[in-house]
């Protein structure tokens, strides 16, 4: 078969397969900010997702996700307080992607 007509397998970033840990982790969550996240460009629109009307624990999940993707704070963010507000699968999670995100 000729290159050309084969599909080069496009791997995943690190960043990207943190954010879908996390956004996958609740059913809401995931149905709420999957139309934002591109899989094929490996992009997000963090402004889009900021600007959803989440509950205070899904909001702090995607403060997190941004942190790790950015590997940056957004202004007027804490993360570790916004944590607070995260039920404990919620938390496993963001220190899975932690994890996942640095030791790939």
């Not at 490996?42 to 999940?61: C, I």
């Not at 995607?62 to 995260?86: D, H, Q, R, V």
Request: contains cysteine.
């Amino acid at each position: 078969m000729q290159e050309s007509t084969l599909m080069k397998e496009k791997k995943l970033s690190s960043e990207i397969l943190s954010v879908l840990l996390i956004v996958s982790a609740d059913f809401y969550l995931q149905q709420s900010t999957m139309k934002f996240i591109s899989i094929e460009d490996q992009t997000v629109k963090w402004d889009a997702l900021f600007r959803l009307p989440l509950n205070e624990s899904h909001r702090a999940a995607i403060t997190w996700a941004y942190c790790i993707w950015k590997n940056e704070i957004p202004g007027g963010n804490n993360p570790f307080l916004m944590a607070s507000k995260m039920d404990p699968e919620m938390k496993k999670v963001i220190l899975e992607a932690l994890k996942f995100r640095w030791s790939s």
